[in-house]
């Protein structure tokens, strides 16, 4: 059963920083590209990061970009989300999501919620002093 599994999310002061992971079972994340994404309280959800499923190609959303690292361990099934500098829009619930590609799309991925196909539960991350 293919499953995403994200971690505890917290709180965190403005500047602080905080990884998250998305730990994946029941698939492989060659064959998968995996997005973070957010939804802020009373907006859509909004795609942050992603990761292809060949592990060479990130994309990041401007407002992550420079603050935000998306990586991966293909050993271990996981997929991280490294956010520094946190600011108070930050806030949200966090989602990470499988995307099935092959061929030609292994060395892409987009933060289009849309091209998605599983998501996990998601985790909570408040930016607050």
């Known amino acids: 059963q293919l499953q995403l599994v994200e971690s505890v999310g917290g709180l965190v002061q403005p500047g602080g920083s905080l990884r998250l992971t998305c730990a994946a079972s029941g698939f492989t994340l060659e064959r998968n590209a995996i997005g973070w994404f957010r939804q802020a309280p009373g907006k859509e959800r909004e795609g942050v990061a992603c990761i292809s499923s060949s592990g060479e190609t990130t994309n990041y959303d401007y407002s992550a970009t420079g603050r935000f690292t998306i990586s991966r361990d293909t050993a271990k099934n996981m997929v991280y989300l490294q956010m520094n500098n946190l600011k108070l829009e930050d806030t949200g619930v966090y989602y990470c999501?499988?995307?099935?590609?092959?061929?030609?799309?292994?060395?892409?991925?987009?933060?289009?919620?849309?091209?998605?196909?599983?998501w996990g539960q998601g985790t909570q991350v408040t930016v607050s002093s």
């Open positions: 999501a499988a995307d099935d590609v092959s061929g030609s799309r292994r060395h892409q991925c987009t933060t289009v919620s849309l091209a998605y196909d599983y």
